[in-house]
């Protein structure tokens, strides 16, 4: 009986503490939407009010009439997707290496990739703002693409080599075996089965761009470039923070990512849990 009790306390804590973890990840979303469609009176006033007492669109307007939101929209899908496939074709690549082949200074070459990420990015955005200007990538997607996917590629790597290490070798020499060369056998074998992986690495590299805010900001400077997050910190006005615009730039940047993790959410499930994150 005891025991039973001890279970059945267990199981509440645990409810209880999902609970709370659900109301800190749904209440900001829940603050930013309605928000939107607030009087600026009722988003200043305190105590605060919870709800819209007048709803009204004004917000929205004000967006699409006077912003650049459409351009920013695009300039972020476009940065963050190319990123993306940049990286993933040097990740895998470098991933199916590490995980098949060994070599000498192969582990000091894969700490050598990840400690890219040790660097805190403010302490490179000067040597990259010189190179991009003598580059002449300054204020182009192309060079925010090169950004992103410098940036991915360390996670791309290391994760997808423990995911490839999960897929028996033995699929790929008997696959092998029957004439066919090993880049056949890569994409015949081994791209399908690492599909969940791939996915779920792209996911993160595309969240981790849609956000990215300090070069986005330093290698930018006309609206040809500039991303969300950029056009969020330059929304203001005469009379203060434009809190519902910017709550308005928040609910269009948050939609895709939501639709995304949705349809893609079988993948994901799988390539966390079957040893892309282990």
Known sequence: MMRKGRANLRKIVVYV??????FLFVFPMYWMITTTFKLRTETIVFPQIYYPRTPNIDAYRHVFATTQFPLYFRNTVIAGVFGTLIGLAFGIPAAYGASRFNFKGKNDLMFLILS???LPPITA???LYILYRNYQLLDSLLGLSLIYAAISIPLTSWVLKTYFDEIPRELEES???DGHSRLKTFFRIVMPLSAPGIVSVSLLSIVGSWGEFLFALVLTST?????????????????????????????FALIPVVVFMIAIQRNLIRGLTMGALK
Do not use: H, N
Not at 17 to 22: N, P, R, T
Not at 246 to 251: M, N, P, Q
């Open 17 to 22: 503490a999902i609970a709370i973890l659900c």
């Open 116 to 118: 890219t990420r040790f």
């Open 125 to 127: 955005v000067l040597p």
């Open 175 to 177: 696959y092998m075996l």
């Open 223 to 251: 609206q040809s470039a500039k991303t969300i997050p950029v056009g969020v910190a330059e929304l203001s006005g005469d009379i203060g923070i434009l809190w519902q615009e910017i709550c308005v730039f928040g609910v």
